[in-house]
């Protein structure tokens, strides 16, 4: 069982940033992928980002590519988005989640691959 805590959401300018960070109970961190997804008002959920389990592949949304940056700390059990250039279209409640894998490669931005979810964090971005 993996409890994933998501925190750093908020209310912001547009061009403005922020950090997400998700934290993850457990001692099996380092054999997830993980990924971050968003939610906006009357749409479905959508990926945004995704890091493999060593860090040494990430996977981005065309839409977040050059300001959104996804980054783990196996150490830390935790995984992070940083959001740059911030635009009122990312508004959104955004939500990560961990995928089960044995492949230290492999990243997905497919949500029904993912297990684990947190319980979100709302960013709002005003213009």
């Known amino acids: 069982q993996v409890q994933l805590v998501e925190s750093g959401g908020g209310s912001v300018q547009a061009g403005g940033s922020l950090r997400l960070s998700c934290a993850a109970s457990?001692?099996?961190?380092?054999?997830?992928?993980m990924g971050w997804f968003r939610q906006a008002p009357g749409k479905e959920r959508e990926f945004v980002a995704a890091?493999?389990?060593?860090?040494?592949?990430?996977y981005y949304t065309d839409s977040v590519k050059g300001r959104f940056t996804i980054s783990r700390d196996n150490a830390k059990n935790t995984v992070y988005l940083q959001m740059n250039s911030l635009k009122p279209e990312d508004t959104a409640v955004y939500y990560c989640a961990a995928l089960i894998t044995t492949n230290i490669v492999y990243v997905s931005r497919r949500a029904s691959e993912y297990y684990y979810w947190g319980q979100g964090t709302q960013v709002t971005v005003s213009s």
């Open positions: 457990g001692r099996t961190f380092s054999s997830y992928v």
């Open positions: 890091v493999s389990r060593s860090s040494g592949i990430t």
